[in-house]
Every structure is written in structure tokens, then in C-alpha cells.
């Protein structure tokens, strides 16, 4: 298996801006999770999915983030607008079962917000 | 709620030096607890876990780590640290809504 894959790996996009992060969990994998690492908030849960369901979106900042899963084997987070605080590195992660194997993470997108 | 606290943000080392990372966590039931590692410009990779059982565990890379619930650390260790080695490590509680303490960065002296 390829692991998880993001894309696009960096995105730079004027304020104002729609971005859409995309996501390819691995295959089996029934959870899907969004995670965003600044310096200062560390790794923070945005949400997560089981079976393609949102689950949790409580770690969603505000409105201007949305996250969809229309398929096992998709998943994008979009920022609309985005502003320059949303300037992060994005990544997903999946696992089968409840996550107590622990996750595989894909390499992140970087965000970098102009 | 769950929560994962570790007290050192930056450790250095010499090569072949021992290592401990320390992690504390807060959690209200039988946790499940976790080591990543992340390289610069890269994802997390799983280095161990632990969810019961035997209270030390091994992992990847040669690390380990011991669980003590009556201090409620899950420690991180390795006898002999290589300069690959160098990176930051993550602590983590939970399952389906892990989450992370804000990491250690180690530096390995040659």
C-alpha cells in the first residue's frame, strides 16, 4: 500500500482565497482523521470520520472550515476564505478500527496563507 | 478529559548516549498511549504503543518505553542513540480522538 496521500504537498494562496486539501487513506481503513500543526497550538484534532460519517468536528475552528468524505477512499478539507492565520501544515491520518493500532499519517500540505 | 503533557521541549544528547523522553498524561480510564516520531518536512510515524499487557513495550528503531500507572508516565527510551535518531517525538493518548503532546525535539551531538 502507498500509505496515506495528500496533495497538494505545498499550497500558497492569497487571503480571500478557496483551498481544498485532498486525502487518500488506506485502503481498509475505517477512521479518517484531519490534524493541524502550528508552533504555537501544536497538533490539533479537527475532525475525524468513521465509515465516511463526520464524526467529531468539534476541533473545527470556525465555519469557514468544512471537511467532506463522499467515499472509502476520499476526503477533502476546505477553508473558505482563508485568511493568513489558517497558515499551517494540514495533515490526514487513517486506521482501521478505533485507533488502537495507532495511525498512519500522510506527509501534510503546507499552507501558507498571503 | 485527556490530555498529554511533555515537560521538555528540546533535549540534546551525544551519539551513543542513552535517551529518556519524558511524557505525562491525564486520562480516565485504561489509556492507550503512543510514541510518534516526526522527521522535518514529514508526517508521523508510530514508533510504539501500548494498551495493555506487559507495561514495557517495545518498538521501532530500538526504542521502548514503560507505562507506571501510579505515575501516569509512559516514558520514552533507548540505550544508545544514533545521529539519525534526531527529529521530534510525540506523545499521544486516546483512540479515536488522540491526542498529542507538543513534543520533544532532540538534537544528537557527533
Known amino acids: 500500500d502507498a500509505g496515506v496521500i495528500q496533495s497538494p504537498r505545498h499550497e500558497v494562496t492569497e487571503m480571500g482565497q478557496e483551498v481544498t486539501l485532498r486525502c487518500k487513506p488506506i485502503s481498509g481503513h475505517d477512521y479518517l482523521f484531519w490534524y493541524r500543526q502550528t508552533m504555537m497550538r501544536g497538533l490539533e484534532l479537527l475532525i475525524y470520520f468513521n465509515n465516511n460519517v463526520p464524526i467529531d468536528d468539534s476541533g473545527m475552528p470556525e465555519d469557514r472550515f468544512s471537511a467532506k468524505m463522499p467515499n472509502a477512499s476520499f476526503s477533502t478539507l476546505k477553508i473558505q476564505p482563508s485568511e493568513p492565520r489558517d497558515s499551517a501544515v494540514y495533515f490526514c491520518?487513517?486506521?482501521?478500527?478505533?485507533?488502537?493500532?495507532?495511525?498512519?499519517f500522510g506527509s501534510g500540505t503546507r499552507l501558507t496563507v498571503v | 478529559a485527556q490530555s498529554v503533557t511533555q515537560p521538555d521541549i528540546h533535549i540534546t544528547v551525544s551519539e551513543g548516549a542513552s535517551l529518556e523522553l519524558r511524557c505525562n498524561y491525564s486520562y480516565g480510564a485504561t489509556p492507550y498511549l503512543f510514541w510518534y516520531v516526526q522527521s522535518p518536512g514529514q508526517g508521523l510515524q508510530l514508533l510504539l504503543k501500548?494498551?495493555?499487557?506487559?507495561?514495557l513495550v517495545q518498538g521501532i528503531k530500538g526504542f521502548e518505553a514503560e507505562f507506571k500507572r501510579s505515575q501516569s508516565s509512559f516514558n520514552l527510551r533507548k540505550p544508545s542513540v544514533h545521529w539519525s535518531d534526531a527529529a521530534e517525538y510525540f506523545c499521544?493518548?486516546?483512540?479515536?480522538?488522540?491526542?498529542f503532546g507538543a513534543g520533544t525535539r532532540l538534537t544528537v551531538k557527533p
Open positions: 491520518a487513517s486506521s482501521p478500527g478505533q485507533g488502537r493500532m495507532g495511525y498512519t
Open positions: 501500548y494498551f495493555s499487557g506487559d507495561t
Open positions: 499521544a493518548v486516546g483512540t479515536n480522538d488522540m491526542r
